[in-house]
């Protein structure tokens, strides 16, 4: 079973805003919200432009930032439905949070992937052994 049956992408379910300046930079969160049973709920993503990064970034590297914002808040959501065993689901406009009804939920790869490839690494000898190398 996976962990978001949705009938659209995440984040289409995402509304994003924009807060006011502070002195700091530009504050933006993203939100999803969610039912969890009758009541509605969300989980958010704050993200901000510093001030010292602002003149540097064009709308297209302004864009690159949001599209890892938007990223980061999908892996995050991911990983969050699995270490609590819940699942989103549903056709409305809001998806529902339920229980994850069998097993452990399957993570999509497209949103990434803590496997490490390659050759093992190579054991540390004892300390003993350190010291004849030195």
Request: overall charge neutral; aromatic content about 10%.
């Amino acid at each position: 079973m996976q962990a978001i049956e949705l009938p659209r992408t995440l984040e289409d379910y995402f509304a994003h805003c924009e807060l006011p300046d502070t002195p700091e930079g530009r504050r933006f969160s993203i939100t999803l919200p969610y039912f969890d049973g009758p009541r509605i709920d969300r989980l958010q993503w704050w993200w901000n432009l510093p001030v010292s990064q602002q003149k540097f970034h064009s709308e297209p590297a302004f864009a690159a930032l949001r599209r890892q914002a938007i990223e980061r808040f999908s892996r995050h959501i991911e990983r969050w439905l699995c270490n609590n065993c819940r699942r989103l689901f549903g056709e409305g406009p809001i998806p529902q949070l339920g229980v994850m009804e069998s097993g452990t939920p399957k993570i999509s790869a497209a949103v990434g992937s803590t496997a490490v490839t390659g050759p093992p690494a190579a054991p540390v000898p004892p300390a003993s052994d350190l010291r004849a190398l030195g």
